[in-house]
């Protein structure tokens, strides 16, 4: 976890974890997965029904199968719960998009191109969240880089990533991590190592998330 290499200074130091099993959803959580959880009133409706150049979004049904967006750290979390599963933290979130391997992205080493990926404006706004599976990671999960940014559950704090020294605190009203970049940004905010961050009630249009779930 993390990249020596970088010229982030938050990326570093590089260090090797362990971590239990787990599930991390495939794709990012769309916009009818999270509208079921509005309509269970367990969430609150996106801050923004538009995207970015989308006035009608959140509710389109053509736009079903994108991922949802003006979504805080605090309803990523309620939707996730709800769901029956949880925001995974910043090192199950990286070994998802990297696997056992030092790559710079979830498909490997190679630069950023756009077959693999939404980034760099090249779209100009959100895809449909399976529409890059040559751009998924090693264990089969897309948009692990570019799309949205995604929110994790760990407040951005300086590594080594310890868990137990209370960057896990769910609880916190400091800023929590986002990752994966997004459309908006260019290939070295694409890496699997960079790390984003907004407070707990930040919204975006670039910025949603998925779950993970541990294995028993």
Known sequence: MGNDASNKLDEKPEMQLYLDAFWIDQTEVTNAMYARCVDANQCDTPASASSYTRSNYFRNSEFRNYPVIYVSWDNALAYCLWAGRKL????????????TASHNYPW???????????????????TE????????????????????????????????????????DLHSSESRVMRGGSWLVGSNEVRVTNRGKGSPTFTNFSVGFRCSLPIP
């Open 108 to 126: 490997g080493d190679a630069f950023p191109k756009v077959t693999l990926l939404n980034y760099d404006q090249g779209v100009g706004d959100t």
């Open 129 to 168: 969240v399976s529409k890059y599976p040559n751009g998924k990671s090693i264990y089969g999960a897309f948009d692990m880089a570019g799309n949205v940014w995604e929110w994790v559950s760990s407040l951005h704090q300086p590594y080594p990533y310890i868990p137990e020294d209370g960057r896990e």
């Open 88 to 99: 995974p933290t910043e090192a199950e979130w990286e070994k998802a998009a990297r696997g």
